[in-house]
């Protein structure tokens, strides 16, 4: 058998990966693989970052392509050719990937056309309103000031001892309590996130809502992945629970939520103005949701983490941020200074968030264009994994692959370079970045300032 099939793997193998990149020179080569149709899925599923490395260390600032699951998409590994994609959002578009996303959400085709189409006599559709809607909320200003303030006092009230409860307590004693680091940080900063932007009949409605939103967030790597129902019931069931909240949510006559922050309200009304139905407006508040809160949470563990094997950083943090709580020990700090004067505290934030945030811009090309020198073919796709591009030591420096907490106190231009994309980027630059640097901010110092660490 293997005989048989040898001669056809090699001629195969030689055309698709000698061959083939000098008969098409101006496409861009593939990274090599093995199995035909498999590709490089398995490495995409389990260290993908490992992968865009070795397709960065092959081809170097040139776009590349990666075989998945029979598809070949195209890889932007550098931060000027990630510049040129932003630049061409019609040839190259973002758009075909929401819609996937939000279809992966229950939004109906016939939804997202009325979501993406532009009226006439209008000159943007729904989803870019409510973008700018997102950016009015999120943007420095008085609408920021207004949820940001409630966020971070939220913040405070829940980091304390008597909040330690629920599914983040493995372990319940008298005195002592067994908490799971994770689960605290993600029950924390969802819950305030909640209570800032919505009014507290939410939580009327659905109870639970955090329980099933941690269980959701804990199935949701398989959301893309098109799974038969039986892999995926705690994903649909923890959905379908918060979703039977927001559903009740929205019956409630505005009156009834008076605490709803501005950009729920807008959100809610154009919903109504577009026509959608109850169900369709339940989907797309929930993927709104899921977008505010998947992403923080996260950030938060790490830099706890980091600050728990680094005992050194976590004391000389203590002790910057001290004259922010007046010495006080449980007192809401100073958030001038906070911000402003804890310059230690903020480049390890964002250090931590360099090396530990994964995010991966998508485009679909929808005529051919030439990237990089790189032709690259309509009805394709494209990744930009922004993450590899953080570990680029032309730009980070010959450690960029360690954690220096100290990186971006030393070198502050760093935070606003090309190839420092923890945000994304372009049209669809998250919205929520001031906002989400100062919660996890916040929370660094205020747990730091409360918990003290024995060693066991
Ligand atoms: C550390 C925390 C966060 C990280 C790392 C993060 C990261 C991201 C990334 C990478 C994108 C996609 C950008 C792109 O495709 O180019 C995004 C989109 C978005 N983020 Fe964030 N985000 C965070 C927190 C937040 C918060 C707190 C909010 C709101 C309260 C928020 C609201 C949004 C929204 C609405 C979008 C969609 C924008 C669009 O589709 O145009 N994010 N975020």
Redesign the pocket.
Known sequence: MAVAVAPGWLSWYTWKFFLSPLVYRDEPRELPYLIPFVGHTFSMVTGAHRMFLDGRKRFGNNPWAVTIMGESLYVIPSAEHVQAVYRAPKTLD?DPF?KEMLSKYGITAHTASKMFDTLPGQTKNWMETS?EN?KLQ?HPGTKLDFVQKKLLSFIDDLLVWDRLRGRMVLEDGEEEKVVSLYSWSEMVIVDA?TRA?FDEALYEKCPDLLAHFQIYEDESWKLPMDLPDFATKALRSSKSSIEGGLRQYLQLHKDKRPNDSWIITTLCEDMDRLGLEETQKVHVLFS?YR??NA??YK?VFWIITHLLFDPRLMEEIKAEIEPAFRGQEHSAPDLDYLFDSCPLLVSTCEEV?RLT?W?I?TRTVQVDTAIGGKKLRQGRKLLMPYRAMHFDSTVFGADAAAFNPRRSMENKALVTNKSYR????????????Y??RR??QMFTAVHAKAVRYISC
């Open positions: 973002f929401i973008i997102f999120m996130q932007f709104f977008v505010m992403n923080a950030l968030l945030n995010p811009g923890p945000f994304g980027g372009a049209a669809y630059y998250c919205p929520g970045r906002i989400a919660e996890v």
